[in-house]
């Protein structure tokens, strides 16, 4: 029996509303697990080795306190952090048919942070929205794990976190099912330079648009501005509302950190404009009493403004086969481009998610990748 080292990262402590996350108090890295690969059981299931992994802002969500409904169910204590990954093959019990899951498959979507898994095998993909409860909350873990769509590798697997993962389904749903966009109309995109957001940029320009965004650095401004936005800025040094003042009125907002954004995009929209609610980031750590309340509320029926609660697993049945058509096509073609941020190592997997929800966001440019280990 050889055993192999199995390090994982395991949510130990729920966060209080108002808490940031702590590495090594909230979720903490543990080196000591290990698994004999040949001879682990299956169950019926497959063995996954652990090739990439994404901090995202959703986990903070999961890691919230029970007391607390949202859209997503909660994390278990002691259990390891379940969240996007990039997984090969090793050994299968399900191998050899259409529906079967191959050795040497490469597969993404939600599962363990850890180096190797046993998964159940599941027939088919789980429907985001199943085992959803009560009435508004989705049971992420049902989702589980899907090969690739490209299982050709013609993009590099991190792509699969950006452009060609969440983000990209994210930012494509939401502009399709909402924006009812026009050539020539105004877009403003909070959070311009995360995984949504940059690809809400390439998408508004390649439909026309003339886009606004913001992001928490100048050299994130740059990039801004290298992707398609026509008017880009930092708004830590420049206000929202100063900037939406000198260069709206809006058509569309697209809203990825709540607050006191969304008052000035109220005040700046034009009639009938578009609101694309996605996400608040600047809020998933403020208690609500310390949330910002936005003052201009009554205008939203003055203006007629159309506002859009969006959650990315609502649109999959209906909108992913065109988003696999349509979005790889853009990048073959050079207008759709994919960033990330890479970090080496699961064992700064808590660290790099700690930076993605500290106040004022991450420093680095791209979507953050966690590289656990090479194929
Ligand atoms: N509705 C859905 O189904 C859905 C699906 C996926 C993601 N989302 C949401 O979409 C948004 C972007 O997600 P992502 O995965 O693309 O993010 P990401 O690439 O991980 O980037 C997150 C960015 O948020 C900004 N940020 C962090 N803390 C902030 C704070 N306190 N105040 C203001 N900005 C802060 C930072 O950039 P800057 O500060 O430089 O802007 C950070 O780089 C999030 O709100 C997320 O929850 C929603």
Redesign the pocket.
């Known amino acids: 029996m050889v055993l192999t080292p199995n390090p994982r990262v395991v949510f130990a402590k729920r966060l209080g509303p108002g808490s940031l996350l702590i590495p090594g108090e909230h979720i903490v890295y543990d080196a000591s697990p290990t698994i004999d690969l040949d001879a682990v059981p299956l169950n019926g299931g497959f063995l996954t080795k652990t090739l990439m992994l994404s ?4 986990l903070r969500e999961r890691m919230r306190d029970l007391s607390v409904q949202s859209t997503l169910t909660h994390a278990v204590v002691g259990a390891p952090v379940v969240g996007t990954v990039l997984v090969v093959v090793l050994r299968s019990e399900k191998e050899g048919n259409d529906t079967g899951v191959n050795v040497g498959d490469h597969m993404s979507g939600l599962s363990h942070w850890e180096a190797y898994t046993v998964q159940p095998y599941v027939e088919g993909r789980a429907d985001l929205n199943a085992g959803t409860y009560p009435d508004w909350t989705v049971d992420l873990e049902a989702f589980g794990l899907a090969p690739v769509p490209d299982p050709h590798g013609a993009y590099p697997w991190s792509h699969y976190f950006s452009v060609l993962g ?2 990209g389904l ?1 930012a494509f749903f939401g502009f399709e099912a909402y924006g009812d966009a026009k050539k020539g109309e105004t877009i403003y995109v ?8 940059s690809v809400v940029i390439q998408l508004a320009k390649e439909k026309g648009l003339r886009v606004i965004a ?4 100048d050299a ?1 401004v740059e990039y801004m501005r290298s992707i398609g936005a026509d008017i880009a800025f930092n ?1 830590k040094t420049t206000p929202v509302e100063a900037a939406l003042k000198e260069h709206g009125p809006l058509d569309i907002y697209w809203d ?2 709540g607050g006191a954004s969304i008052e000035s995009a109220i005040e700046h929209a034009r009639a009938r404009a578009r609101f694309i609610m ?5 809020e ?2 403020t208690p609500p009493s310390e949330c910002y309340g936005v003052k201009n509320t009554s205008k939203i029926f003055k203006k007629r403004l159309q506002i859009h609660g ?4 609502d649109h999959v049945a209906a909108l992913a086969p065109r988003f696999y058509a349509e979005v790889p096509a853009l990048m073959a073609q050079g207008k759709m481009h994919a960033r990330e941020a890479l970090t080496e190592g699961l064992e700064n997997a808590p660290e790099a998610l700690m930076k ?7 420093e680095e440019l791209g ?2 990748v966690v590289v656990v280990a090479k194929e």
């Open positions: 901090p995202e802002p959703f969440g983000p994210t909070s959070s311009g330079a995360s995984g949504v957001g913001s992001a928490g650095s994130k708004y990825n950190v996605c996400g608040s980031i600047s998933y750590s969006l959650f990315v697993g993605l929800l500290q106040e004022g966001g991450a979507k953050p």
